[in-house]
Structure formats: structure tokens, C-alpha cells
């Protein structure tokens, strides 16, 4: 089993930048694709970006390819999301989600897919 604990979401301005971080528990940290998600208030939750196993692969959601990073530190348990260019509009608490993987990787975009989650973090970008 993995437990996921996010930190590092606060109040930022438009146009600031942020990183949140997620920290698993485990031992096979190194086997899970890693993913980000969000969900404002009276939203569904939404993909963010994913991360492969080994770091190699990564995927984004449109809304935010350019601006966001997801990495990892499997020696840390660690995965992240840096947050560049931010605006209102990315105002949501964000989770973090673990997949295991025991053969050939893909990126999963929906939360049905993923089978560990964080609390969430809270972010909020004011204008």
C-alpha cells in the first residue's frame, strides 16, 4: 500500500509560481505512476499531469502544458508539480494519486484509474 501526503499549496498572485509536493510511503514507490488532479467547488476533480515509473514519460492537460512540470525523486518518495504562470482559473485543491504498474506503461488521465490518493493541498491564485 502507498499513503500519499501533499504539501506546499497556499495563496499565490497571477502570475506567480508555486511548487506542491507529494510524499509517499512504500517501498515500491518506484513501480507507481504518479498523478496530479484537481477540483475547485462545484467541480468534478480533473487531470493535471502524470509521471511514469522511472520519470521518463510524462503527460499533461492542455490547460496547463507549458506552464506546469510534474517530476519525481525516487530515491525521495517524492513526486512534484511545479506550478509556473498561474492564474485564477487554477484555484483548486490539488491531489496527488498513485498507480501501480507490473508491466508496460501508459499515462492515465481519469481519477478511476488511479489507485491511491493524498488529502489534497489547497492552492489559490488571487488576481
Known amino acids: 500500500q502507498v499513503q500519499l501526503i501533499e504539501s506546499g499549496g497556499g495563496l499565490v498572485q497571477a502570475g506567480g509560481s508555486l511548487r506542491v509536493s507529494c510524499a509517499a510511503s512504500?517501498?515500491?514507490?518506484?513501480?507507481?505512476?504518479m498523478g496530479w488532479f484537481r477540483q475547485a467547488p462545484g467541480k468534478e476533480r480533473e487531470f493535471v499531469a502524470t509521471?511514469?515509473?522511472?520519470?521518463?514519460?510524462?503527460k499533461y492537460a492542455d490547460s496547463v502544458k507549458g506552464r506546469f512540470t510534474i517530476s519525481r525523486d525516487n530515491a525521495k518518495n517524492t513526486v512534484y508539480l511545479q506550478m509556473n504562470s498561474l492564474q485564477p482559473e487554477d484555484t483548486a485543491k490539488y491531489y496527488c494519486?498513485?498507480?501501480?504498474?507490473?508491466?508496460?506503461?501508459?499515462?492515465?488521465?481519469?481519477?478511476?484509474?488511479?489507485?491511491?490518493w493524498g488529502q489534497g493541498t489547497q492552492v489559490t491564485v488571487s488576481s
Open positions: 509521471i511514469s515509473p522511472n520519470g521518463g514519460v510524462t
Open positions: 512504500g517501498r515500491t514507490f518506484s513501480s507507481y505512476a
Open positions: 494519486s498513485a498507480k501501480y504498474y507490473s508491466g508496460i506503461y501508459w499515462p492515465r488521465t481519469r481519477p478511476s484509474e488511479y489507485d491511491y
